[in-house]
């Protein structure tokens, strides 16, 4: 198993590579209040607008900070049995990282990949699926 390694609040932090479209530099978000963090607002892509997610807030609370690094990562999602495409805020991706032991995620607990490093694998729609409930239909 592969995984897109990003950090959130000094930790690293994976999603399973199946998950990932693609990753973009961040562009300005169109910010949207009528919602509670973490959403963010909407990314513009092609054309379409995807909900936008900060996923640092919903991993530590606290909103990503943007750096040069920062990306946002194209990711599709299982809500309910459908995909739905979002993005994800992050503060910065840094690699992808092998699992060979894992067929699939383990979530909730630090994995070590075969280079040695230590990443929770993170369950995208679990984490966010009270606000993901909005823009399943």
Known sequence: MFAL???AGGKKYGIALENVSTVSPAFDIVPDASRPAPFAGW?????????????????????????????HIIADVDFGGRPLRIALIVEKVSNVAEFPSLE????????????????????VA????????????
């Open 43 to 71: 990314h513009r892509v092609g054309g379409v607008s995807l909900p936008a997610f900060d996923l640092n807030y919903a991993l530590t609370s606290k909103p990503a900070a943007r750096l040069f690094g920062t990306r």
């Open 126 to 137: 679990g984490l966010l699926k009270g606000s993901l409930f909005a823009y399943g239909d």
């Open 104 to 123: 699939k995620p383990v979530y909730d607990a630090e994995t070590v990949s075969s280079d040695g490093e230590k990443i929770e694998l993170v369950d």
């Open 5 to 7: 390694v990003f950090s």
